[in-house]
């Protein structure tokens, strides 16, 4: 079983910046994929961003060219540096995890608690 933990929300001006971070903690031997995900009031939760222990990226085109998604393995921290921040990047965002190998198996659809990133002016 594995814990998320995030933290960097807040809230910015249009054209700021934020740093979220997640560490994975529990009992496991390695995390395959890792990623964001963002939820609006209203709306759907969609992905932001998702990268895979290789390092190989995806974004979601809202974000395309802003946000960077990295990862420290040795630490189990998945990081989301988001630059140029719109209004319409407000949203709940939630780290996620799968592919979580361990001694029995994997674990699938693993999420953190969520952490709130408002841009206004």
């Known amino acids: 079983q594995v814990q998320l933990v995030e933290s960097g929300g807040g809230s910015v001006q249009p054209g700021g910046s934020l740093r979220l971070s997640c560490a994975a903690s529990g009992n496991f031997f390695s995390i395959n994929f890792m990623g964001w995900y963002r939820q609006a009031p209203g709306k759907q939760r969609e992905l932001v961003a998702r990268i895979m222990s290789s390092g190989h990226t995806n974004y979601a085109d809202s974000v395309k060219g802003r946000f960077t998604i990295s990862r420290d393995n040795a630490k189990n921290t998945v990081y989301l540096q988001m630059n140029s921040l719109k209004p319409e990047d407000t949203a709940v965002y939630y780290c996620?995890?799968?592919?979580?190998?361990?001694?029995?198996?994997?674990?699938?659809?693993?999420w953190g608690q969520g952490t709130q990133v408002t841009v206004s002016s």
């Open positions: 996620n995890a799968d592919g979580i190998s361990y001694s029995g198996g994997y674990q699938y659809g693993i």
